[in-house]
Nanobody, 113 residues
Framework: VQLVQSGAELRNPGASVKVSCKAS????????IDWVRQAPGQGLEWMGR????????EYAEKYKGRVTLTADTSTNTSYVHLRSLRSEDTAVYYC???????WGQGTPVTVSS
């Protein structure tokens, strides 16, 4: 099982960012993909999850309306799209296979003017 994420991103406040997570080594539609982030000096924070089989999503309350999770079954890739970025969104973003048994390497996102 391998989850490979896209590279580091730098954005201005108010912009948006889309991070990818390409899965391999297992049946992509058989497991949820969870997205989690860790801000500097903070713990892990769950953002939401997607079921790649039908595109169904769940979001943590604080992210509803500002985050969209998608999954492309043709490329076995999940995406997190975060809009209206602010400095507090500076964090390392991780994808994980449902059950958190396998994780991506993390994508640092820095929001700064």
């Amino acid at each position: 099982v391998q989850l490979v994420q896209s590279g580091a991103e730098l954005r201005n406040p108010g912009a948006s960012v889309k991070v990818s997570c390409k899965a391999s080594g297992y049946n992509f539609i058989g497991y949820y993909i969870d997205w989690v982030r860790q801000a500097p000096g903070q713990g892990l924070e769950w953002m939401g999850r997607i079921d790649p089989e039908d595109g169904g999503t769940e979001y943590a309350e604080k992210y509803k309306g500002r985050v969209t999770l998608t999954a492309d079954t043709s490329t076995n890739t999940s995406y997190v799209h975060l809009r209206s970025l602010r400095s507090e969104d500076t964090a390392v973003y991780y994808c994980a296979r449902g059950g958190f048994g396998s994780w991506g390497q993390g994508t640092p996102v820095t929001v700064s003017s």
